[in-house]
């Protein structure tokens, strides 16, 4: 069965700190994806990953793939409470038009 | 200059009956798809569209139909609505003309079935 697994599930971390979500998906992808969902809204994309290695950086957000390992992981660095929501990985199996999404990471940020 | 809209927002009706939900999209792409996200907040895919051709139908209940007139639309017609319906529904969209593939999602439509 495809899967993408995400830890942890629930994130709960004070304003200033770091810390690392991290998405394992099962299947020889070609695209991985992070998004933001907040409360009761639609999922808004943060960022597109296509290839082994990629990094990419978005303010106190940071998003990198390795397709070897199968993992993606989404860097928070010095958390600030407007961070907090819930973030969801997805991989599109290659050669196919299937995204798999991950079960979501919820973060709160404590001021 | 909405990418990706549905309507309606909100769907609150009893069991049994049937109701629509509509999507249609202005970025011109020419992939479409049908998400269910439950109460858990896991997000799956039913169904997608590719240029009018259905190409993804997940193990969703026959009471799901899908239907999509044009690239730029596709909704979503469910029958004999239960309990286990409630849930949102997104809508989203892709061009195979992007080397990224990237989804854009609608709003969202948040069915109750009381």
């Known amino acids: 069965e495809l899967k993408v697994e995400q830890n942890p599930l629930f994130l709960s971390m004070q304003e200033g700190k770091n810390y690392t979500i991290y998405c394992n998906y099962s299947?020889?992808?070609?695209?991985l994806y992070w998004y933001r969902q907040d409360p009761g809204k639609s999922l808004e994309s943060l960022f597109v990953?296509?290839?082994?290695?990629a990094v990419k950086q978005e303010g106190r957000l940071m998003a990198s793939l390795d397709t070897k390992a199968r993992l993606s992981t989404l860097h928070i660095t010095a958390a600030v409470h407007d961070l907090s929501a819930t973030y969801f990985c997805?991989?599109?199996?290659?050669?196919?038009?299937?995204?798999?999404f991950g079960t979501g990471t919820r973060l709160k940020v404590l001021a | 200059d909405t990418a990706v809209s549905q309507t309606p927002k909100y769907l609150v009706t009893q069991m049994g009956n049937d109701k629509s939900i509509k999507c249609e999209q202005n970025?011109?792409?020419?992939?479409m798809y049908w998400y269910k996200q439950d109460s858990k907040k896991f997000l799956k895919i039913m169904f997608s569209?590719?240029?009018?051709?259905?190409?993804i139908n997940e193990t969703v209940p026959n009471r799901f139909s899908p239907k999509s007139p044009d690239k730029a639309h596709l909704n979503l017609h469910i029958n004999s609505l239960e309990l286990g319906d409630s849930a949102v529904y997104f809508c989203?969209?892709?061009?195979?003309?992007?080397?990224?593939?990237?989804?854009?999602f609608g709003p969202g439509t948040r069915l109750t079935v009381l």
């Open positions: 989203a969209s892709s061009s195979t003309g992007r080397l990224d593939n990237e989804q854009f």
């Open positions: 299947t020889t992808s070609d695209r």
């Open positions: 990953l296509l290839s082994n290695g």
């Open positions: 997805a991989e599109r199996t290659s050669g196919t038009y299937k995204y798999i």
């Open positions: 970025l011109g792409h020419d992939t």
């Open positions: 569209y590719n240029n009018k051709e259905l190409i």
